[in-house]
């Protein structure tokens, strides 16, 4: 079509050319391999032979125009005119491709589409070809069907009539037909009402028979030539309704572009009965091979779906699969060719596309056991072996997991499928890479919480011994020994960081979170130290140490001549002092505390961490202080009382004196001595069980009996003196 497009405007000048040359396009249905066209060199159209259209031999039957022919008309007409190939030669047998496009292409161009047919094919349906006309009518509707603005004038000429049926009536049945023709086609969105009227007008010719009917043959095509060449008659065909409104001068361009649309529209393209017969047997042959394939495919896929990895789904969809390629090849091989190929590659789709949701489906069971065995036993092997090293165990494990889900992905191979699993494998590393991040998260967790649980023996024997013994370099010890444990949790942490592949980036939060959670421990057990009844002690502690002991630790003994009220005042003033220091931690002997912003995460706030007695606890912890004191206070005044009242020494010795004798005569009377003995080993045995509460609770008891049996003996007396009165 392109080089026509070259060759159209010479052609439009030969001769001298016209300016505004008007196509039209014979269409010869069902003649041109029978007998000359309509339009011959003899009849018609030209009797001077001015244009060089090819003709059928009387001497050998074959088809004479192939592919489209173009000429101008003769005598200066400005009409350009295709002679198009008959839509049922033998040359092309059963493919009609070519027949369908190059009639759409004519209806699309002509203004005037002369359709060449036999009388005894009118009212055949088959034999008039209908069903091309069908489809090109259809088409044509559909592509050009928004677009046209002028009408195609469809000229019928109706060949060899020699019956007695008139004209009329061969023309109402073609018109018939065309009718019902064009209200069975699909039309498309839009055009559901259009008509045929709308589109094309109708016209019908006969010719008599060119062998019984030479002379009259002759005199009606040159009747006929007339409505083609001279415009005052009344059936003069070349109207203002049909004129396309294309220069000469575009129409090369014009006719390349609707041929273009007509050959990369697929609705021409219909198959051949070899086509059809293909692909309803291939069609057959792959509903009966698929059948076993997809009991194979049933029987494993409930499995696959309740997530298990099944072991021979690979090797056995596998041997279905080349089992039903197998019967499709040796059944369908034998059909056309094309055919064969495309169901074939369909078949295959069909099998992969079932197999590939089924793998699909496998690799992602095996992706969520990776990811789920990985955690838990990675998990696992930390926890039970700490020691191992995290990055060392973690690799491992990591390497045996892809290795088995490769391992389950490569059995579901199969040669020349166009999917993979890459994305699944990637999926997969990412998986384990973000899971190794958990890991190494819930590691370093672990390491800070053993780590803390180390310091946290350490802070609390320090902060017990230095606020134990308060002094002014009680604080200073705390922060030393503070600072310590940090120095050595540091090292511990860097050095298991290191081991877990914990990047550098990541050192800083880790150190801050430690910490902050060593210097957690240290006020928790700062705290502690300085509770209401701990704080109690220690100040009573040491009131006693300034109060009840000497200088050199030893017990005092008041004696009446001892300042105890200024010992006194001394020693709780000394004590009340330590109430401030036990208040608010002292930081400045500590170096790690002097970067707080970054020693501690940010914001963490560490200035309410120092105060660790408030005023109004403080204030509340000096009055009981304070009564304690006292106490203490007025026990050693009675102690000193007691050392100024004991029993005289002549008062002892005149007490033996005077006792003497009746001392003498207990001893020497075994009566009164049993009896004595009797009731001092009494004495001394409850003395030393501690049992005199109990027997002076039983004495009173069994007083109190007897007083009331006594009173009630009394009263009984009394009533039986009342009567003798």
């Given at each position: 079509?392109?080089s ?5 405007p010479d ?16 269409y ?5 391999d ?11 159209i030209?009797?001077?032979q001015?244009?060089s259209?090819d003709v ?8 004479t ?7 101008r ?9 295709l ?8 040359e ?8 369908r ?39 044509n ?21 020699v019956s007695?049926t008139?004209?009329?009536s ?11 023709i ?27 028979h ?11 095509a ?5 409505q ?6 009344e ?6 309704a049909y ?6 001068d575009?129409f090369?361009?014009?006719?390349e572009?609707?041929?273009e649309?007509?050959v990369s529209?697929k609705?021409?393209d ?5 086509e ?5 047997r291939?069609?057959e042959?792959?509903?009966a ?11 494993v896929r409930?499995?696959v ?25 040796q059944?369908?091989?034998r059909y056309h060719?094309?055919v064969?190929?495309k ?12 197999l ?36 060392e ?28 699993f890459?994305?699944e494998t ?12 958990k ?18 023996d ?22 030393a ?12 942490l860097l050095e298991?960081m290191e ?9 800083s ?26 704080v ?11 109060f ?12 009446p ?11 709780r003033?000394s004590a009340?002092?330590?109430l ?5 931690v ?24 120092l105060?660790l ?26 102690s000193?009382?007691?050392t100024?009242n ?13 006792g003497?004798n009746e001392a ?22 409850i ?28 009263v ?6 009342e009567?003798?009165k």
């Open positions: 079509m392109s026509y497009g070259q060759q159209v052609l439009l000048h030969r001769n001298g050319g016209f300016a505004d040359a008007v196509p039209s396009g014979p010869h249905q069902g003649t041109k029978r007998g000359k066209p309509v339009f011959t060199r003899l009849q018609l030209d009797q001077d001015a244009f259209f059928m031999s009387d001497a050998q039957r074959q088809q125009t192939r592919g489209i022919w173009a000429d008309g003769s005598d200066g007409m400005p009409v350009l005119i002679d198009v190939e008959g839509t049922d030669g033998r092309r047998g059963e493919n009609q491709d070519f027949e496009k190059s009639a759409l292409f004519s209806l699309a161009i002509s203004e005037v589409l002369i359709v060449n047919m036999w009388e005894h094919t009118v009212g055949l349906y088959n034999g008039a070809n209908m069903g091309l006309l069908k489809t090109v009518l259809e088409v509707l559909q592509l050009f069907g928004t677009q046209r603005e002028n009408k195609t004038l469809l000229y019928f000429v109706i060949r060899d009539h007695q008139p004209l009329s061969l023309a109402k049945t073609l018109k018939g037909d065309l009718e019902r064009w209200d069975s086609l699909n039309k498309p969105e839009g055009l559901g009402d259009a008509r045929l009227g709308d589109y094309f007008d109708l016209q019908f010719e006969s010719l008599p060119l062998l019984l009917q030479p002379e009259n043959f002759e005199r009606l040159l009747k006929l030539r007339n083609f060449t001279d415009k005052k008659d059936k003069y065909v070349f109207r203002q004129k396309r409104r294309v220069p000469a575009g090369p361009h014009y006719a572009s609707v041929w649309k007509v529209n609705d021409l219909l198959p051949t009965q070899q059809l017969l293909a692909q309803y291939c069609d042959i792959a509903a091979a698929i059948g076993p394939f997809r009991q194979v495919v049933d029987t409930p499995r779906q309740s997530g298990q990895i099944v072991d021979e789904l690979g090797p056995a969809t596998r041997a279905a699969r080349e089992q039903a390629l197998g019967d499709f090849d059944q369908a091989a060719a094309e064969y190929k169901k074939r590659q369909a078949f295959v789709q069909t099998l992969d596309g079932e590939h949701a089924v793998y699909l489906n496998q690799v992602k069971n095996a992706l969520t056991l990776a990811a789920e065995s990985f955690a838990s036993q990675g998990q696992r092997m930390l926890e039970e072996n700490p020691d191992a090293g995290f990055r165990t973690v690799r491992a494990l990591r390497r045996d997991i892809t290795k088995r889900f490769h391992a389950t992905v490569d059995a579901l191979a199969i040669p020349g499928v166009p999917w993979t890459a994305s990637t999926q997969l590393d990412m998986l384990l890479e973000a899971t190794t991040a890991l190494r998260k819930a590691e370093m967790e672990r390491v800070l919480q053993l780590l803390r649980r180390e310091a946290r350490t802070l609390s024997e320090v902060i017990a011994d230095h606020l134990g013994n308060p002094d002014d370099g009680m604080w200073a010890g705390v922060m020994g503070f600072d310590a444990t940090c120095v050595d949790a540091d090292a511990k298991r081991t877990a592949g914990v990047e550098a980036a990541g050192y939060a880790l150190y801050r979170k430690l910490h902050k959670a060593l210097w957690d421990d240290a006020t928790e057990a700062l705290r502690e130290e300085v509770g209401d009844q701990m109690l002690l220690k100040l009573r502690t040491a009131l006693e140490d300034r009840r002991y000497d200088a050199a630790g030893l017990p005092r003994v008041w004696k001549s001892d300042d105890i009220d200024t010992q006194f005042s001394s020693a003033a009340q002092a330590l401030p220091k036990f208040s608010k002292d930081i400045r002997g500590s170096i790690k505390l002097r970067s707080r912003e970054d020693f501690f995460p940010a914001g963490y706030d560490f200035t309410r961490t105060v007695i408030t005023p109004a606890r403080a204030r509340e912890v000096s009055k009981r202080f304070s009564r304690e004191a006292d106490a203490l206070y007025l026990e050693a005044k009675r000193m009382v007691a100024q004991q029993v005289p020494m002549w008062m002892i010795a005149l007490l033996v004196f005077l003497w003498m005569t207990v001893l020497f009377n075994p009566l009164y001595l049993v009896l004595v003995a009797m009731v001092g080993g009494t004495a001394f045995v003395h030393s069980l501690g049992l005199w509460g109990p027997v002076f609770r039983a004495a009173n008891g069994m007083a109190g009996m007897a007083n009331d049996r006594v009173h009630h003996l009394l009984e007396a009394v009533n039986r003196t009567p003798a």
